[in-house]
């Protein structure tokens, strides 16, 4: 079940200007776009971008024209608040893909070798631990998470954050 779908009494009230409604609303959505940012913004970027995608939700709700394509509108509007606070912070935008195939197709095969061992070495040791599993010894996540005792989420959670640091070192 979406997130428009499991809120749509509440969404269809606040879209109507109800101001109790949007304040439910906010509270409903606030958690999920918690999560969703965490997964997405920089450590130190998370509850801005929250304060800031609730605004922009308050602010613009009654412009979503489909209310089926209110989780996509609405988890797009703090991906790019993550990008924007991002750029601000590190002077670029560390998810740019144009870049990091830039980046790629700069280096040579030795090079980008010896730069993604330093990448890796770059990591604290329980990401890179997690990364040499899944990537190297091709573990499945719930493996790793047997291995090293944690639960699947924090193994997930873990993996995603090093790969995060990783591609930080190799284009930043």
Request: proline share 3%.
């Amino acid at each position: 079940m979406s997130l428009a779908e499991h809120h749509m009494p509440v969404l269809d009230a606040a879209r109507r200007g109800d101001p109790a409604a949007l304040a439910q609303l906010l509270r409903l959505c606030q958690p999920d776009i918690r999560r969703y940012a965490q997964r997405n913004c920089l450590v130190g970027d998370v509850d801005d971008a929250v304060q800031e995608a609730l605004l922009v939700l308050s602010r613009k709700l009654s412009s979503v024209r489909m209310l089926a394509a209110f989780s996509g509108w609405l988890f797009q509007v703090v991906k790019r608040e993550c990008h924007r606070l991002a750029r601000s912070a590190l002077g670029h935008d560390p998810w740019d893909d144009e870049r990091a195939e830039q980046w790629l197709a700069s280096q040579d095969t030795a090079g980008l070798r010896v730069e993604l061992i330093r990448a890796l070495e770059s990591l604290p040791a329980d990401y890179l631990k997690v990364v040499l599993l899944r990537d190297f010894a091709q573990m499945s996540i719930a493996e790793i998470a047997g291995e090293i005792n944690q639960s699947v989420a924090a193994v997930k959670s873990r993996l995603h954050r090093a790969r995060q640091m990783a591609r930080e070192y190799l284009i930043g």
